[in-house]
């Protein structure tokens, strides 16, 4: 059996050998012609699956190593008899911990403060859900809507109308990218959207690039109907628009969700779908293969009294993120989008949050409180 991977996805050969020989791509140049030998596909959210990639190939299980799946021409799949498998909810945690580390930021360095704000979460889904247990640890208070989610469940009153949602302090968006159907998100976020939200908005953007419409958002930054933006997915990625870039409080080239824990929970979640596709008993162990984290344990003491923006942004400084991407301006043009997926490629080892302990030598019970919520071990001397 003949497997083809994107190069991006953590432990794919270690995880798969078991099955055939595993080749490794960048994401961007995998092709028909690479597949013509190939039995399983195993994508990240770059590469376009359809007709033009698989057909004539002899393809019959795909793997996407992400939540979303806009990605994929499902429909095409199906009518092939193509296995497809995702990654739901494999990230989630780590896109949570973005935000949060996001939303300190602006507290510690844009003089924005959190307590008491409300937050509007669009997509109330596997990141959503995350985001809403977390940010009440910032002083936050989450507002939730999710239409299609409602509807499942029958319209429970856990969910607020859109007039709720507009009339929050903070926007932030976790739908999957849908052009089609009841509930399209493709550019939810327009022209007449933020003519409808309140003044000085905090917009942020983990989901997809084409939820939020470029030109809209770049025109309510500059009319000051948003004051702040923390953006990690971009329209026409690699090719990101370098003005918006320029406006943006915090900008990130798509990595909210790639801690390393999030990246290998995807890896596992394949693994196991082609073990069930082969009907094949999983011997893997993916625990085995991760590193130790950089901070096993934080201490606070008298000498040591770390904030909770100072804990998080030791774990992950979202800050470096936003360094790094905002080089590209310094790239000539051919250079930008390669560069764009290089920061990808070698984004550096980030540990989320459950793998650091934090250890109190006296009682802090405000702090230890909000560090559990965020996801902390927590322990007393």
Not at 104 to 124: A, F, M, T
Request: with cysteine; glycine share 6%.
């Amino acid at each position: 059996m003949l497997i083809v991977a994107d190069e991006n996805i953590p432990y794919v050969k270690e995880g798969f050998a078991e099955f055939g020989d595993v080749i490794t791509v960048h994401g961007r140049k995998i092709t028909k012609d690479i597949l013509k030998d190939a039995d399983v596909l195993l994508v990240r959210s770059i590469t376009k699956v359809n007709a033009d990639l698989l057909e004539g190939t002899p393809v019959r299980f795909v793997g996407t190593a992400t939540i979303g799946y806009d990605h994929i021409d499902i429909d095409y799949l199906n009518s092939r008899g193509i296995t497809f498998s995702s990654a739901p909810g494999s990230n989630a945690n780590s896109v949570a911990e973005y935000v949060v580390s996001g939303l300190l930021e602006l507290e510690q360095n844009h003089e924005y403060k959190l307590q008491g704000r409300k937050i509007g979460i669009v997509g109330v889904g596997n990141v959503g859900s995350r985001v809403a247990k977390k940010v009440p640890a910032l002083g936050l208070i989450p507002v939730l809507y999710d239409p299609p989610l409602a509807e499942k469940i029958n319209h429970h009153p856990l969910f607020e109308p859109f007039e709720n949602i507009i009339n929050c302090d903070i926007i932030t968006f976790h739908v999957p990218l849908e052009k089609t159907g009841p509930y399209p998100t493709y550019h939810m976020a327009d022209e007449d959207f933020f003519f409808q939200i309140k003044q000085s908005v905090v917009v942020i953007n983990t989901s997809r690039g084409a939820v939020v419409e470029t030109n809209a958002l770049l025109n309510a930054i500059r009319r000051g109907i948003v004051t702040h933006s923390i953006i990690d997915v971009w329209e026409n990625e690699p090719n990101i628009n370098l003005d918006l870039l320029n406006y943006v409080t915090i900008g990130t080239p798509h990595i909210a969700g790639y801690s390393f824990d999030g990246k290998v929970n995807g890896t596992y979640q394949l693994y196991l779908a082609l073990c069930n596709f082969l009907k094949q008993k999983p011997t893997w162990d993916y625990k085995k293969n991760l590193p130790a984290p950089p901070f096993k344990e934080i201490s606070i003491t008298d000498d040591n009294p770390l904030t909770l923006h100072s804990i998080v942004h030791k774990i992950y400084n979202i800050k470096a993120d936003d360094q790094a991407l905002r080089k590209i301006v310094n790239k000539v043009e051919s250079e930008r989008g390669p560069y764009f997926d290089l920061l990808r490629k070698n984004y550096p080892i980030r540990r989320e949050f459950h793998n650091t302990a934090i250890r109190f030598n006296k009682d802090n019970p405000v702090l230890a409180n909000q560090l559990k919520q965020l996801g902390f071990k927590v322990t007393r001397d």
